[in-house]
Nanobody, 116 residues
């Protein structure tokens, strides 16, 4: 069983920054960040995938240039650095681990609120 714990959410003013962390109970090659607003489906925000010694990162168009996903393999932790935050970034952010096509895990989420 893989356990994921998100942290780093909070209240920030528009234009501010936050860094989210996802701590995993082991080394996971593929980690995603999703976000969800009540009443709407979860949106894929960013992914990071390790293949061999290479990490591949991808971002939703809505966050490109503002968010950066990275990882510390020694700590089994993935980060989402969020800059130039906008009110529309307000959501619960979830960490998602893809172990295989038939097995994945979700964290409990961390709230990010962007408001003046």
């Amino acid at each position: 069983q893989v356990h994921l714990v998100e942290s780093g959410g909070g209240l920030v003013q528009p234009g501010g920054s936050l860094r989210l962390s996802c701590e995993a109970s082991g080394s996971i090659n593929s980690i995603d960040w999703y976000r969800q607003v009540p009443g709407k489906g979860r949106e894929l925000v960013a992914t990071i995938t390790r293949s061999g010694m290479t990490n591949y990162a991808n971002y939703a168009d809505s966050v490109k240039g503002r968010f950066t996903i990275s990882r510390n393999n020694d700590k089994n932790t993935v980060y989402l650095e969020m800059n130039s935050l906008k009110p529309e970034d307000t959501a619960v952010y979830y960490c998602h681990a893809r172990v295989s096509w038939s097995l994945d895990y979700w964290g409990h989420g961390t709230q990010v609120t962007v408001s003046s």
